[in-house]
């Protein structure tokens, strides 16, 4: 049944799997640690799930031990090298003393995960011995913000071996014994942004060095722990069945917003997830060919009219994991012809890359399969003429799908590793020129898998003035496409020894579709 347009659905919990019950646990308000469990948990109580803090444990020892074994010279001990990274920060609202809400950094998150802004952590290479460096708060903070935790309080919260004050972390350093700081450095591929520089009082009196850290940890990130992926099929499952709600809610004359506060209200109340991991892109009719639609010139803003095709591309974050979903859907419940046409083109696309993608496979090779296979859709029906192959060298793929296929997932939406020192170059040829990563795939990767295709006109109106390009377009069939947006299908994909596990669970074939909206 569909609701009214301006009252909120009513999020039943049935529509989201089941954890164990943890109504008749008592959590330690302290620690944050479950009495009788073994060892503390990040956990949003009821039904969320609970991430043992051992996950960042082991995250630590495995960026140690690759440091050890790769980056040491033979001729040193791992004796007084330590990783040093700096958290996340408070950060205004303009000049107010208002703060955004605040998300750790992501590299500190993967090695600690701790929920305060303002600390530090370092890691002895030579052991793996964990110090977590927290701000010594003033008293009055126990009157605005809460109780103040003992260092001892916080060192069983997050399972370090010792907590320490942000004042003392040169004094600490030098009582263990550090010489040389391993100090993030590095450039983001996607945003072209550098990590922040680490610096803390005293730095200077040690040796530092910038250039070991950022790939060896950017590559542990690239292969999740079963840890990991047991988060990561958490968040993206929380993520689908918003999706699948907001399906069975839609209909004609919805604003796109509403399913945007829709999709927010359950990965929240239903989740505990309390953020986002990227602004959410609700686009309807034209919108739905604007990638990155959603932002603040353009916020989600339109009706959504009968006939209109809706792309909503949302993705939950439970404790810094990420998830990023995308559904494309017609907003009345029944495709049409046309909208059938695009939409199966799509889908073959993406379960063409379902079926070959495996551990040995370069991405840019997937990229170029989907290419074709949605080409070869295109062509089948009546929209295009003359050979797949030379489409593709003439540039069209990337017409019809400006983006590329998919990119690394976890921390980040776009999660690092994609270009980092020893991998493959970003390739220029178009379509592939816009891939995040041209990466072999790899077991222990989470990837996207998202074909799209759209019908943006200056694309099609630069592709029908160029003649390389034009031979190919059947104008006429084209033009009755004009305004039709696009459709974009996005799965989070595990990928394992074989092949890939599907950590999206969402309505994808047609039939199942306008089955889910019907009801």
Not at 68 to 97: H, K, S, W, Y
Not at 103 to 117: A, I, L, M, N
Not at 144 to 165: M, Q
Not at 316 to 322: I, L, S
């Amino acid at each position: 049944m569909l609701l009214d347009v301006c009252v909120a659905p009513k999020f039943r919990s049935r529509e989201l799997p089941k954890l164990r019950s943890c109504s008749s646990l008592f959590l330690d308000d302290v620690t944050g640690v479950e009495r009788g469990s073994r060892g503390p948990h990040f956990w949003r109580s009821g039904e969320t799930l609970k991430v043992p803090m051992s996950l960042f444990c082991k995250n630590r020892e495995r960026l140690a031990a690759r440091i050890r074994e790769r980056c040491i010279p033979r001729a040193n001990t791992p004796e007084g090298f330590f990783v040093v990274l700096q958290g996340g920060v408070d950060v205004p609202f303009n000049d107010t003393d208002v703060n955004f809400v605040f998300r750790q950094e992501s590299f500190f998150q993967w090695c600690f995960g701790v929920e305060e802004p303002d600390c530090y952590g370092a890691i002895d290479v030579a052991n793996g011995l964990s110090y977590l460096f927290v701000p010594r708060l003033p008293a009055e903070y126990a009157i605005w913000e809460g109780k103040l935790y003992t260092l001892d309080d916080f060192r069983k919260r997050y399972g370090v071996n010792e907590v320490r004050y942000t004042d003392e972390i040169a004094a600490v350093l030098k009582e263990k014994r550090a010489q040389t700081l391993l100090l993030l450095h590095g450039e983001n591929s996607d945003s072209g942004l550098k990590t922040r520089k680490t610096h803390f009082d005293g730095i200077e009196k040690f040796s530092t060095d910038s250039e070991i850290l950022y790939p060896e940890i950017c590559e542990c990130r690239v292969i999740k722990s079963p840890e990991e992926i047991e988060v990561l099929r958490y968040v993206c499952k929380i993520s689908s069945s918003a999706h699948e709600v907001i399906m069975r809610t839609m209909r004609p004359e919805t604003l796109e917003y509403q399913a945007e506060a829709w999709f927010l209200h359950y990965i929240y109340a239903e989740g505990g997830c309390r953020h986002v991991s990227y602004t959410c892109i609700c686009g309807s009719g034209h919108n739905s060919s604007i990638l990155h639609y959603g932002h603040a010139g353009a916020p989600n803003s339109k009706v959504i009219k009968d006939g209109d095709m809706c792309l909503f591309d949302m993705g939950g974050n439970y404790c810094g994991y990420a998830a990023d979903i995308t559904c494309s859907f017609p907003a009345n419940g029944k495709f049409t012809e046309d909208q059938k046409l695009i939409y199966n083109a799509v889908l073959k696309a993406r379960d063409a890359v379902l079926a070959a993608a495996k551990p040995g496979v370069v991405w840019t090779d997937m990229h170029l399969l989907a290419n074709r296979v949605m080409l070869t859709a295109l062509k089948e029906g009546g929209l295009l003429v003359g050979d797949v192959e030379d489409m593709i060298k003439a540039g069209l793929n990337e017409v019809f799908q400006p983006h590329g296929l998919g990119h690394l997932l976890g921390l980040d939406v776009h999660d690092v590793g994609g270009y980092i020192r020893g991998m493959p170059d970003r390739p220029t040829a178009p379509g592939l020129r816009k891939l995040r990563t041209a990466r072999k795939l790899l077991a222990g990767m989470v990837i996207t898998v998202e074909p799209g295709c759209y019908f943006v006109d200056c694309l099609l109106d630069a592709a029908l003035a160029n003649s390389d390009q034009s031979k190919f377009l059947v104008r006429e069939q084209l033009e009755r496409f004009r305004g039709f947006g696009g459709v974009r299908i996005e799965d989070d994909v595990l990928i394992t020894e074989t092949g890939v596990e599907n950590l999206t669970h969402v309505p994808r074939k047609v039939e199942e579709i306008e089955a889910v909206m019907r009801h």
